[in-house]
Structures are given as structure tokens and as C-alpha cells.
């Protein structure tokens, strides 16, 4: 079972387990669910394995099975956040161009440019509202 970097004392946990059980130390967990499903009659009509007579077996290898499905889901979503934080730099890191040029340009004008520049927004935002509102109106 391939594990990532924050998931790996419980790996080890993991291969302890198994081993106890009588796996081999890298177990997958498709064999562990195939040796749990062998003492499911539900799946295969009738039961290989007695879950009664051999009750702390079966426990344990339905705990060993459900660990190694919670890991694999942690590791899914630690990659999803890690590929989320990515995407969330990218857009950060273009926010901040896009800023430090727009400053730069705005520095870069003088007293009287500015002023007709913030002029100008304060018209374009109030042309929009006045649209906004004629249509709620109509």
C-alpha cells in the first residue's frame, strides 16, 4: 500500500498488523478485503471462515481493513488539498502582478490624472447601480 509522507507511522501500524494476522508485511487492501469477505456468507452464499468461532480473527481483520481504507481516503484528500492550496498560490501570486502593475501605472501618473481616473470609476460605478435599478424597476 503506497503511503504518503504524513501517513507513515501508520503505515507502519499498517504492516504490524498485518503481520500479526498473517499477511505479508505489504499487504493490500484487496486482500484483506478478500480474507474479510471469506467469512461473509452475504457475498458468496455460504461462509469459508466461521466470524463466530474465530470472532477476535475476524474483528481484527475488519479493523486492519477499515484502517487501511481510512488511510487511503486521508491520502485522497490530503492530495486534493494539496492541489487546492497550489491552485490557490497560482491565483495569489497573479493577483499580486496584476496589483504591483497597477500601482506601478498608478505612481506613475500625475495629481490631475489621478483625480480624473478615481472621477471616472465613481461615474462607471454609478451608471451601473442606476442600471441595476432600472431593471428591478421595469
Not at 500479526?20 to 480474507?35: D, K, T
Not at 474483528?59 to 491520502?75: K, S, T
Not at 493577483?95 to 461615474?123: C, D, H, I, T, Y
Request: glycine share 4%.
Amino acid at each position: 500500500m503506497e503511503l504518503s509522507k504524513g501517513t507513515k507511522k501508520i503505515g507502519r501500524e499498517i504492516e504490524a498488523a498485518a503481520v500479526a494476522l498473517g499477511f505479508p508485511r505489504q499487504v493490500s487492501c484487496a486482500r484483506v478485503e478478500r480474507e474479510l469477505a471469506r467469512y461473509c456468507p452475504k457475498r458468496y452464499g455460504t461462509a469459508e471462515l466461521d466470524c463466530i468461532a474465530d470472532r477476535p480473527r475476524f474483528r481484527a481483520v475488519a479493523a486492519l481493513w477499515r484502517l487501511m481504507e481510512a488511510v487511503q481516503n486521508l491520502d485522497r484528500r490530503i492530495a486534493s488539498l494539496r492541489r487546492e492550496v497550489i491552485e490557490e498560490s497560482e491565483r495569489t501570486r497573479e493577483l499580486v502582478g496584476e496589483f504591483v502593475a497597477k500601482n506601478a501605472a498608478w505612481k506613475a501618473l500625475s495629481p490631475q490624472q489621478r483625480s480624473a481616473e478615481v472621477n471616472a470609476e465613481m461615474k462607471r460605478r454609478a451608471a451601473a447601480r442606476l442600471r441595476k435599478l432600472a431593471k428591478v424597476a421595469a
